[in-house]
Nanobody, 122 residues
């Protein structure tokens, strides 16, 4: 069992920055990477960024490469998504989830947080 809670969303102007946090807990945590996924209104959920348990492997969607950075602090069971140069198309509900990184792709599996809204608008 893994419990995930996101925080840090909000309203930001284009070009601004936000840092999302994912607090993870539970005995199953050691078996998973953690990923950030997002879903905009009327669109399918998409993978944004993922990080392996040991942080030696990361994944970024092409749309966020160079703007977003994922990191984790295993001592605190925290995963962060630092977002820079935000664009209106980044507006979505962002979810953290347990994840598997396979063949340079990231898949959300098993456990999901409740989501946090990110709105990029002037």
């Amino acid at each position: 069992q893994v419990h995930l809670v996101e925080s840090g969303g909000g309203l930001v102007q284009p070009g601004g920055s936000l840092r999302l946090s994912c607090a993870a807990s539970g005995p199953g945590l050691d078996y998973y990477g953690i990923g950030w996924f997002r879903q905009a209104p009327g669109k399918e959920r998409e993978g944004v960024s993922c990080i392996s348990r040991s942080a030696d492997e990361t994944y970024y969607a092409d749309s966020v490469k160079g703007r977003f950075t994922i990191s984790r602090d295993n001592a605190k069971n925290m995963v962060y998504l630092q977002m820079y140069n935000l664009k209106p198309e980044d507006t979505a509900v962002y979810y953290c989830a347990t994840a598997l990184l396979v063949d340079y792709e990231c898949y959300g599996v098993d456990y999901w947080g409740q989501g946090t809204q990110v709105t990029v608008s002037s």
